[in-house]
């Protein structure tokens, strides 16, 4: 299901850079639906990629049209009031926080974390990924270097689990993967073997990021 609207979101990112000029208003009207922050994410994704082969026009627009629909998701969110948004982050972090329990308990067992993830798999978006950020801050401050290891150690091993996870949106997951693996890598000692190791699992989670941007664009 998660997987179809990323294909949609694609879908509807190609319709917008092939339409006439002053056409994107009633485009954009008549996919209302898929008009989410995960469509947000998918646009600096698909802007990313233009960028690198050249394209800077349909960079710069899908850049300026996903700014454009943040701020007014962004004033919506402030019209339906704070105790939702706490509520909200209460929610993400709890999950976050029983992910890295279950990736303790488990020795990181991927029987165990991956039967997490279908379960609250709506979860797995891109405010989920500000929260995992806020929330390691949050862990890590005043540790001493042992207890930071081990935090940053099950970060990683969930960063994998979630990169690995073949439901929900896909591209979410990868985008959720990198901030794990940034998490861990300020963390790490550079030059050591731990910081070698996450800078390998970036650099497949980065090019996994665009190989599944060029295939859904094909």
Do not use: W
Not at 121 to 148: C, G, M, W, Y
């Amino acid at each position: 299901m998660e997987e179809n609207r990323g294909q949609a979101y694609l879908q509807l990112i190609h319709i917008l850079l092939n339409s006439p000029n002053g056409a994107e208003p009633q485009i954009l009207q008549d996919h209302l639906e898929l008009l989410d922050r995960g469509f947000l994410q998918t646009c600096e994704l698909v802007a990313s990629t233009l960028a690198q082969q050249g394209g800077e026009n349909g960079a710069k627009f899908l850049r300026n049209l996903a700014s454009q629909l943040e701020q007014f998701m962004d004033a919506n969110d402030e019209a339906d009031g704070g105790n939702s948004e706490g509520e909200n982050f209460q929610e993400y972090a709890k999950f976050f926080l029983e992910l890295l329990q279950a990736e303790q308990d488990s020795n990181s067992d991927t029987a165990v974390i991956h039967p997490m993830l279908a379960e609250r798999q709506h979860l797995l978006n891109s405010r989920f990924a500000e929260i995992v950020q806020q929330v390691a801050q949050k862990l890590i401050a005043d540790e001493n270097p042992e207890t930071i290891s081990s935090i940053v150690g099950l970060i990683e091993n969930l960063s994998i689990h979630i990169s690995d996870f073949p439901g929900g949106n896909i591209a979410n997951n990868i985008e959720i993967a990198i901030t794990g693996y940034q998490i861990v890598l300020s963390n790490r000692e550079p030059g050591s073997e731990m910081f070698a190791q996450t800078q390998n699992n970036l650099a497949a989670a980065s090019t996994k990021r665009v190989k599944h941007i060029s295939d859904g664009q094909e």
